[in-house]
Structures are given as structure tokens and as C-alpha cells.
């Protein structure tokens, strides 16, 4: 049975069933730059062996409270919602949020901040109460009932890529890296306590070094053509199908699997 998401994906991933083409069962997954799980969760519904890793304790946090006790959060998040209602109040939570103590209360104050942004963001960017909806926290609620085995990790590195070095060799990384920045020096802005910092060149470095299979999948972007033209490219549309056409493309996935 396949398991949506209760939280938004601020990338919008359309890859999921090209990934379950690709990648067979019999492979252990480690997949890394866990947010939403949105590509990660049909793989684990549709039974594939997969440890969801992040360097980011904040979002381990979230998912490790969920996976116990989903019903907890959902009631806080409820409760929250209702007294919630200016404006000044929640992007007061947007800046506090972390620093209660409760950590089902900082779960709820996650999801929350997450469903209220029309991006999926939480500690920055535009927020509106009436982007949440009760209907959609009936996903959170019912999380812990699919997902009691999920297989969650938490590494205390300042660089995400240093998890990597502890994947098996025979393991398969999967990276869902998301929106292609150019690395300038001087223009890395503040995003928040759950905000990855992604270098591409060292991305690729780290893969090439490695030498395990992988699979990371990029939102559509011309220089990701040139950067990684050795591997392999598969373009996904906005339906999550496979297209030949680079201009019709949302996701990019780059592999070094046979496709």
C-alpha cells in the first residue's frame, strides 16, 4: 500500500515511479537529505529495504516522533492551529519553534509551519494560516499505523556528504538533491535550522570517490547536463513519466545504474 506524505516537499518530486523501475528490491538503500520523504516512502510501502539517513536533528526529530506517535503531534498541531490566529503569532513560532522543550510540541510546530508555507518550508519564507486544512492532517495522523518499521538515522556532521562514508559498499545511495544552485561564494543566505547546504561539485566528487551505485534526482536544469554528462540521465514529466524531451521535463534523474 503506498503512503503519501504528511508534509510538503518544497522540490515537488515527480520521480517515485521511475525510481521503483530502476532500482530493484533486492538492493539496501540509504538514502540521504531526508525531508518530506517523498520519494523515500513509496519505497518503503512498495517493501523495499530502505534506512532514511540526515545530518539535520531537527528533521530526524520530526519523523522519529511521528514514526512513535503520530496521533500526538497531529492532536498538538489541532490545538495550535485553533489558538493560532494572527499572522505576528506564527511567524513568531517560524523563528521560536526549536527551541521548545517538548519535542512532540517542536513536531507539531514542524508540521504546522510546513502546511501553513505554500513552498514546504518552515523557519523562513511566506506563511498563511489558511493554507491549512484539518482534512490534511488525517495523513499524520494515521502515519504511525504504516509506518512503525520505518528504518530512520541521525549522523552529527556540519557537511551531509559525510554520511556517505558510512554506507556499505554494496548499499545504493539515493540523493534527492532538488533545485540546481550555483555555488557563489558570498551569496549563502540563512534558510533555517532544517535547510541542507548542497555543493554540486562536491556532490559529484564524493559519488565518483565512493564508487557505490547511486541514484539522485534533481529538479529540470541545463547545466545538471553538463555537469554529470558521464552518467546516466532519465528526464521525468510533470505525470512522473519518462519523456525523451529535456523541455517537457520536471525531475532529472541522474544514475549510474543501467537504464
Known amino acids: ?72 503531534i497531529a492532536s498538538q498541531a489541532i490545538g495550535i492551529h485553533k489558538r493560532t490566529v494572527d499572522a505576528q503569532s506564527i511567524y513568531h513560532y517560524q523563528d521560536e519553534w526549536p527551541k521548545y522543550r517538548d519535542p512532540y510540541l517542536r513536531s507539531a510546530l514542524f508540521y504546522l509551519l510546513n502546511r501553513y508555507s505554500p513552498r514546504g518550508t518552515i523557519s523562513h519564507g511566506e506563511v498563511h494560516r489558511d493554507n491549512f486544512s484539518l482534512l490534511s492532517i488525517e495523513t499524520l495522523k494515521r502515519f504511525d499505523q504504516f509506518c ?50 548542497i555543493d554540486h561539485n562536491k556532490i559529484k566528487q564524493k ?9 539522485m534526482v534533481y529538479k529540470k536544469h541545463p547545466r545538471i547536463l553538463q555537469d554529470f554528462a558521464e552518467f546516466n540521465h532519465i528526464f521525468v514529466n510533470k505525470y512522473g513519466k519518462e519523456t525523451n524531451r529535456f523541455d517537457l521535463a520536471e525531475d532529472i534523474i541522474i544514475t549510474n545504474l543501467s537504464v
Open 1 to 72: 500500500m503506498s503512503f503519501k506524505s504528511p508534509i510538503k516537499e518544497p522540490n515537488n518530486f515527480v520521480s517515485a515511479d521511475c525510481l521503483k523501475k530502476i532500482i530493484s528490491k533486492e538492493r539496501k538503500i540509504n538514502s540521504f537529505l531526508l525531508f518530506s520523504g517523498e520519494l523515500e516512502f513509496p519505497l518503503y510501502s512498495d517493501g523495499y529495504d530502505i534506512c532514511m539517513n540526515t545530518n539535520k536533528y531537527v528533521i530526524y526529530e520530526f519523523w522519529h516522533c511521528a514514526r512513535n506517535n503520530s496521533h500526538n
Open 207 to 215: 559519488i565518483v570517490d565512493l564508487g557505490n551505485d547511486f541514484v
Open 148 to 197: 512503525k518499521n520505518l528504518n530512520l538515522s541521525y549522523y552529527k556532521k556540519d557537511n551531509f556528504l559525510d554520511g556517505l562514508d558510512e554506507v556499505g559498499a554494496k548499499d545504493l545511495i539515493l540523493l534527492p538533491v532538488g533545485k540546481y544552485s550555483y555555488n557563489i561564494i558570498g551569496k549563502q543566505t540563512y534558510k533555517g535550522y532544517e535547510t541542507y547546504h
